[in-house]
């Protein structure tokens, strides 16, 4: 089945820097990366996602980008706000089931 | 519009009790989902739901774990004679299609 790694499991980022999370995948016929964002006692939220006919995608200050051959795909978060405080887990499918990384905890500092 | 609803929001119960749990799908999402997230952890997949079929059960951790949806909507987790290890917090998630998976809140589960 497919297995997902993702790092670093914490974060800590000055506001307005930017920040960085990444994640590899195991299964090549995996072609749907999306990114939720969960804050403490709060359901998982889509913020982005990236089919795998596309290499990046941005919505404002978030990007996706996916690199196919390497199976990795990665998360931007630019001009970071205290209020982007949260937990990040990224996911692989290849149809149904999504399979989580086991999350990023990033602390923006005001 | 509503999203996904579960119920209880939190379940405190004795080891060797059995529970369920119920998640309402976004309406008119055909396909529906359970998963479990244990402390600290990522999510972990249970089950799936296509219309009341349930093509996939392989998430399941063991036959005390069982899970039923009917009319297309409305589905519930069942956890017969509960273990500690069971404490969690279970997620709902329903979608039109496959993707993309909007999810609920989620019951808090706490076995003694």
């Known amino acids: 089945g497919e297995n997902v790694e993702q790092h670093p499991s914490t974060l800590s980022v000055q506001e307005g820097d930017s920040a960085v999370i990444k994640c590899t995948y195991s299964?090549?016929?995996?072609?749907?990366f999306p990114w939720y964002k969960q804050e403490l006692g709060k359901r998982p939220q889509l913020i982005i996602d990236?089919?795998?006919?596309?290499g990046e995608k941005k919505d404002q200050r978030i990007a996706v980008t996916l690199n196919k051959t390497a199976k990795h795909f990665s998360l931007h978060i630019t001009e970071t706000q205290p209020e982007d405080s949260a937990v990040y887990f990224c996911?692989?499918?290849?149809?149904?089931?999504?399979?989580f990384g086991k999350g990023t905890k990033l602390s923006v500092i005001p | 519009g509503a999203g996904v609803s579960q119920s209880p929001s939190n379940k405190v119960t004795e080891k060797g009790k059995d529970v369920e749990l119920r998640c309402d799908p976004i309406?008119?999402?055909?396909?529906l989902y359970w998963y479990r997230q244990s402390l600290g952890q990522g999510l972990e997949f249970l089950i799936y739901?296509?219309?009341?079929?349930?093509?996939?059960k392989s998430g399941l951790p063991s036959d005390r774990f069982s899970a039923e949806r009917t009319g297309g909507s409305v589905s519930t987790l069942t956890i017969q004679r509960t273990q500690q290890e069971d404490s969690a917090v279970y997620l709902c998630?329903?979608?039109?299609?496959?993707?993309?998976?909007?999810f609920g809140d989620g019951t808090r589960l706490s076995i003694l």
């Open positions: 996911a692989a499918s290849g149809s149904y089931q999504l399979t």
């Open positions: 739901f296509q219309g009341n079929s349930a093509p996939d």
């Open positions: 299964d090549s016929a995996s072609n749907y």
């Open positions: 990236i089919r795998s006919n596309v």
């Open positions: 998630a329903s979608s039109l299609g496959t993707q993309p998976q909007h």
């Open positions: 309406s008119g999402h055909t396909a």
